[in-house]
């Protein structure tokens, strides 16, 4: 599927300022791929429809969770995760897009994974650092990011635990054991 195809599916399901944010993850998700030899077709489409369920009622979300048996236990976590893997499904059986690259890395770019790959990394951070994102620390995240994938995807993790405990939400378990994942990749780099 082409840029513009694409571009022109998401815009119907988004609100404007969801839309200027996905362009922004594009956009950011290109320029990682490119700069770490991630595949950058793969990424900008990852990117397009990593949020195209984000804008649906909580309740749909649910039901098509339910009904096509999709990351069940998600349902006992935070809402905000959701959108994710019904994303991947959308993108599948809506929109026609079968690369299991890509629908992982739409599946897991709120929560990660304990092996994920480049271009996981690649949507992961972009979603985190897209030019429109404004919170403390977006900026290290964004340095992190010119330098090292690895480090920058570490710094996510750990702020986005670190929030959720101060707010004194639940901790998605993948995410966890994301972080413990990558904190063992990084400090094998080091040695």
């Not at 984000?54 to 905000?80: G, H, R």
Request: some cysteine; proline content about 2%; glycine content about 4%.
């Amino acid at each position: 599927m082409d840029k513009q195809k694409a571009l022109t599916f998401v815009k119907e399901k988004l609100t404007n300022g969801r839309f200027t944010h996905t362009i922004g993850v594009m956009e950011t998700a290109v320029r990682l791929a490119e700069k770490y030899g991630a595949d950058v077709k793969k990424a900008e489409l990852a990117a397009i429809f990593h949020d195209v369920a984000k804008c649906m009622p909580i309740k749909e979300l649910k039901s098509i969770m339910e009904d096509n048996k999709l990351s069940l236990n998600l349902l006992k976590y935070n809402k905000e995760l959701w959108h994710a893997p019904v994303g991947a499904f959308l993108t599948e059986h809506e929109y026609g897009i079968d690369d299991q690259e890509i629908l992982q890395a739409i599946t897991y770019h709120t929560s990660g994974h304990e092996d994920m790959n480049l271009l996981d990394k690649v949507i992961y951070v972009a979603d985190y650092i897209e030019p429109n994102r404004s919170f403390l620390g977006v900026e290290q995240a964004r340095e992190l990011a010119n330098q090292d994938l690895d480090q920058a995807l570490l710094f996510a993790l750990k702020n986005t635990i670190t929030f959720l405990i101060n707010k004194e939400q639940t901790v998605y378990p993948l995410t966890v054991k994301t972080y413990n994942s990558i904190l063992k990749q990084v400090k094998s780099q080091g040695e």
